[in-house]
Every structure is written in C-alpha cells, then in structure tokens.
C-alpha cells in the first residue's frame, strides 16, 4: 500500500497510509474492484522506519534518458514543419497530418505497450523503444520523399508508446511507494527541461548545417537515452501466469474524468494563448509561455513531497480549483497582467494535478500491472492534450476565445467541486494496531 510521511497527529514516528480516491474499495486497500467505499485520506500506522531512499544510481539513470530522449523530440519540434514544407515542398496540411500521425499512432497503441511491458519487463521494452527512435530518426536524413516521411512518423509513434509506457512503469518500480508523488516529479521536470531546451537546440543545428545536422543532433540524443537504458538494472516482467490484464479499471473513471478535465484546460490556453494576446493587443505570448513552464518547474522541485504527503482527492481538487481560476482570469481580465496572472495560476494547476493523479492511480495497481496502469496514465494525459485545443477550437469558431477559455473553466470547476466534496467525506484517521 502507498505510504506517506506526514506531520500532525501520532507523533513523529508515525506512518500514514494513503487511501487515494473515493472509488477504491470500503477497506482502503490496494485494489480497484471495489465499490464507493473510502474517500482519499490517512491512516496513521505506528512505527516508521528511516524514510525510502528515491535518489539512487538507478533512478538518476532513468531520468537522464527520459532527458536524452525528451530532448531529442523537442529537437524535431520547430524542424519538422520546415522540412515538410522547405526540404519536401508539401502544404501545411501535409505538416499537421505528418505531426498528427506521431500523436495518434502513440495513443492508439500505449494499451499494447502496457500489456507487453507487463509481460516482457521494463528495460527490454525502454531499451528497444529508445533504440527504435534513434533508427527511425535517422531515416530521416534519406528522406526525399513525403510518403517516406509518413511512414517514419508512424515508426516513431510506436516508439513513442512503447518509451513512454515503460518509462512510466519502470519510475513506479524504481520509487519507493511513499514518494511516487515525488518521483513523477523530478521525473516531469527533465520532460519540460527536453522539451524547452530541444528546440532551441534544434533551431541552432538547422541554422548551422541544415536539416542533416539537426537529425543528427537528434540521433546522438536518441542514442544517448538508448546507452542509458541499458545501465538500468533488470526489471523483470511481474505478470501472473494466466492473470487477467486490465487495461481499464471502472473505479478509476471518476478520478480519471476529473484528470483530464484538467489538462483540457491547461492545453487549451497553451494552444491559444498567441492568439488571444494578439486579440488583446500584445506583441506576443512567449513571456506567459515561459511564465508558464517556470512555474511548472520551480513548483515541481520546491514542492515534489508534496503529492506524498497530501491526500490525493483534496490535492487534484485543489489543482484543479486553481485552474479554473486561471482560465478564468485570463477571460475576465483581458489585460496582458491577467494573462500573465492566469498562465502562473495554471502553472500551479499543472505542477501539483499530473502528480497527484498518478500516485494515486500507480499506487493502486498491481505490481503486475504497472505496465497497462502507466497505459491508462498515457492515454489520459492524450486525451487532455488532445481534447483541449479541440474544445477551446470548436468553442471559439462559434464564439469567442474568451469565450472559450470560460467554458474550460467552468469545466474546471466543476470537476474541482466534486473532487473536493470526495476529499471531504474523508473519514477521520484511525489507529491501526501493530
């Protein structure tokens, strides 16, 4: 069962033990199959011992090939639509089918990743899923043609599904259950690092050398989380001959809602943040953007313990309260302040909400099951993604982006009222006998 130091009641010595969401089973125990029984909440246990150690050789390695790799994806980033466009001379319908196809080929196929991570261990699968991006991205620089380039970005959405599934797993294997809130954070914090570094990185090389140089770039970081991942230790596969695999758990349904309520929200301002501060008379978004992702980062490192040590249901209420301020803001105040005030709010939202869900989602599974849990989380982060720029689309086409971003918001909100309300039925803590 997840496990979180705490301070308060029971003395310094105490355990607490975390209940997660409202829908795990009326015990507070590690399953999924159970009815509406205990709220999110903790129970003391007397007799800690010396806290987990998290920062091993291990989990440092890991979390410098999610670098490695997350950089080399924000490399091809800025340099993609411009060889689809410079170097293939096709139209920037051709670029959004070219990135699409990368997205939907991951979330279409991060159920089977599950399953296999499941069934064939961690490292096998980030190792060859590393190696399998590193190979592709090197295709790159024989392309000549635009179906070629088609045929990679589906290559690299395997790829893709099966680093991020195995990563996600191999983390939950890694940590010690007590601090899986902390270890998706520093965790989280090298994606945005690759993904606000790699760009620029990969803007330098295509300006130096052109597109060969940047794919190369790309490759020797591909390369690099490859080697790395062969330095971690064996993580053997944890399936149970002939037990069932679950891809989706019905008690996860309500909390994975209100999951993705959330980051609808926060895709949808980044997506169209420009537009809005153009509406609005600013030169452009990029000082939100930055505000933004600064946020994320230093809440992230400064508060990492954090998502241990609050219950799950009342810290993702919390998140998703401050989001729906944010958005709200950003409607209501059309200023560059409010954007500048919303963007930070929405940065807090970000930092704590990803963390929270996934301790409570990683520490209910079974250890056999990590793999199709880490599955679950990838396709619900898709979804918010994905789903965010759509809606706020599909909202501002008929109205407004103000508009818009209210409509997300009241989203938000809701899904933050009910969340709470769950995290207030909490029952009061009991002592459990040693």
Known sequence: MATGRAGGSGGPGDRFVDRGWWLCDGGGTDGW????????????????????????PAFVTL???????????????????????????????????AVGLFSVTALLLKPVAGRAADRWGRRALLVGGSALFTVVVAGHLLVAEYWALVGLRVLLGVAEAVTFVAGVAALTDLAPAERLGEAISYDSVGLFLG?????????FLLARDGFPAAWTGAVALGGAATLLATRLP?????TVPGGRVRLVWRPLLAPGA?????????????????LHAREIGMAGAGGALFTFGLVVVVCRLVF???????????????????????????????????????????????????????????????????????????????????????????????????????ASAALALVAAILTLRAAAREPAPQSTPT
């Open 63 to 97: 979390i410098a090939s999610g670098l490695c790799y997350s950089t080399a994806v924000g490399v091809m980033i800025p340099v993609l639509p411009l060889f689809v466009v410079d170097e293939l001379g096709a139209s920037a319908t051709a670029v959004g089918v």
């Open 258 to 274: 209100a999951f993705v309520a959330g980051v609808l929200g926060g895709a949808g301002f980044l997506a169209f943040v420009s």
């Open 304 to 406: 990492a313990r954090t998502a241990d040590r609050v219950p799950g249901a009342r810290l993702s209420g919390l998140a998703l309260a401050a989001g729906a301020t944010g958005l709200t803001v950003v409607a209501v105040w059309q200023d560059p302040a409010g954007v500048f005030l919303g963007a930070a709010l929405l940065g807090v939202s970000s930092a704590f909400l990803t963390p929270a869900f996934y301790r409570v989602l990683m520490s209910r599974v079974p250890a056999s099951q990590r793999g199709s849990g880490a599955a679950a989380f990838g396709i619900m982060v898709d979804l918010g993604l994905g789903g965010g720029p759509l809606l706020v689309g599909l909202i501002a086409a008929r109205s407004s982006i103000t508009t818009a971003f209210a």
């Open 33 to 56: 199959d159970g009815g509406r029984g205990a709220v999110a909440g903790v129970t003391p246990v007397a007799g800690e011992g010396p806290r987990p150690r998290l920062i091993t």
């Open 234 to 238: 064996k993580l053997p596969a944890q």
């Open 195 to 203: 993904i606000a570094f790699g760009p620029v990185l990969g803007e």
